[in-house]
């Protein structure tokens, strides 16, 4: 995908360098954009080097190629980020005074600003009065976040963080995958369970055993599901975003924690989805204090690990034993790894005939994929189709975890309807 970023000239253009990485990681091809006060916070060479792109503010340069126009021409993808409160104004008057200025107004692709002030500016009249033009001519404008900005102020006008940033960006481009986020209510009555986050094994009173998940695909199923109606249970291990206000909240540290909480609730729910990251180890002993170090050895104490409990096989069984609302959806998730003897499908398909699982939600995580980042891609494999020569599941094309949470729900709605048929 093509983006242009531009970069206000705002103290937080340094959390565009930021944004500017998520981008080029996960493989789009980024121009940056800045105005001349943008540089005075971030230089040039900052921009070109996360970019591969060289970096201009002006129409004036590489004339020939006619930048001002192609930029925005070619652009998939305009997000501006700090916009400030000028460049906001520059903007809703239609000003090409600058590079930015001609890329605002020659892109034809969803074009995202987020801006970033003190509260007085964002609040003014005039602020108010450009934003409400930009977004009634089709531009996506953020509300800022509330917190810390410049100095020892506070109150809203600081710019989200760019991982908030990219995921409503991913949000205006992503492929559809079934849907728009569902306005439908066709959980109404229902009661979810969802699981997110990952686990933490203790060792001693300061150590733990941890794993990569940071509880955003997990979150995004739970918000989606109050979205359509549902009651949901939100069973929280180890997250690193905010948790839904408009769901019931279990938090819980360990996997026998998690366990607990889960089976307790399992049986009072009609879909419980298992799409926390839960340990398949915990420490054999547990020490009472801090594990210390011997001065003057090189040795380390050697942990003894023993197998955690297998939630979602364990929440199985208990359907299986009418412990259970008839016609109970469970959904599991994989997080796989080819090898030269199977591929991420293969083992997927193993572990769903392991579990016993309605659906199984398979990640590809080789190479670090998925853990910790917004945007993600997904196969949805069905247990009453896994048997079939030419089942392949659904491919739910890379989106954001937003976007994923909606393609798993249809799939549950549909798996809801046939079973009550």
């Known amino acids: 995908m093509n983006v242009v970023l531009g970069v206000g000239g705002g103290i937080a253009a340094y959390k565009a360098a930021l944004l500017l990485r998520l981008f080029t990681e996960a493989g789009h091809d980024v121009h940056v954009v800045p105005t001349d006060s943008a ?242 180890f915990r420490p054999a002993a547990v020490a009472d204090h801090k594990i210390k170090k011997t001065e003057g050895s090189d040795e380390a104490p050697v942990v003894r690990l023993v197998r955690n409990p297998d939630i979602l096989v364990e929440v199985v069984e208990n359907r299986g034993a009418g412990r259970a609302p008839a016609g109970q959806v469970v959904v599991g998730f994989a997080a796989e790894t080819g090898d030269a003897d199977s591929s991420v499908l293969d083992h997927a398909r193993a572990k769903l005939a392991r579990k016993g699982c309605d659906l199984l939600v398979v990640n590809d995580v080789s190479a670090g994929k998925v853990f910790g980042r917004d945007d993600t891609e997904v196969v949805l494999l069905r247990a009453d189709r896994a048997d079939r020569a030419d089942s392949v599941g659904v491919a739910v094309p890379a989106g954001s975890k937003t976007k994923v949470a909606e393609a798993i729900w249809d799939e549950v709605v549909a798996l809801i309807h046939e079973l009550s048929t």
């Open 39 to 280: 540089l005075r916070f971030v230089g040039a060479p900052t921009w070109e080097a996360l970019s591969g792109h060289p970096v201009s503010t002006t129409v004036w340069d590489d004339v020939p190629r006619v930048p001002h126009v192609l930029l925005g021409k070619h652009a998939d993808l305009v997000v501006v980020a700090p916009a400030t409160a000028d460049l906001l104004a520059r903007a809703a008057a239609g000003l090409a005074s600058d590079l930015l200025g001609n890329v605002l107004l020659t892109a034809t692709c969803p074009v995202l600003l987020a801006p970033a002030m003190h509260t007085e500016m964002w609040q003014n009249l005039a602020t108010v009065a450009n934003v409400a033009t930009l977004r009634a001519r089709g531009l996506h404008v953020l509300d800022p976040a509330s917190g810390r900005l410049t100095g020892t102020d506070t109150g809203p006008g600081r710019l989200p963080e760019p991982e908030e940033i990219y995921a409503a960006a991913l949000d205006l481009v992503a492929p559809v995958v079934a849907s728009e986020p569902s306005t439908a209510q066709d959980l109404a009555g229902r009661r979810v369970l969802v699981t997110a986050g990952g686990t933490r094994e203790p060792l001693d009173p300061v150590r733990y055993l941890g794993n990569r998940s940071s509880g955003r695909q997990g979150v995004a199923l739970a918000e989606a599901a109050a979205a359509r109606g549902a009651r949901v249970t939100l069973v929280a291990g180890a997250v690193e975003v905010p948790l839904p206000e408009s769901v019931t909240v279990v938090r819980v540290e360990s996997a026998l924690q998690m366990r607990d909480a889960v089976l307790a609730a399992a049986p009072e729910h009609d879909v419980v989805v298992m799409a926390a990251a839960v340990a398949d």
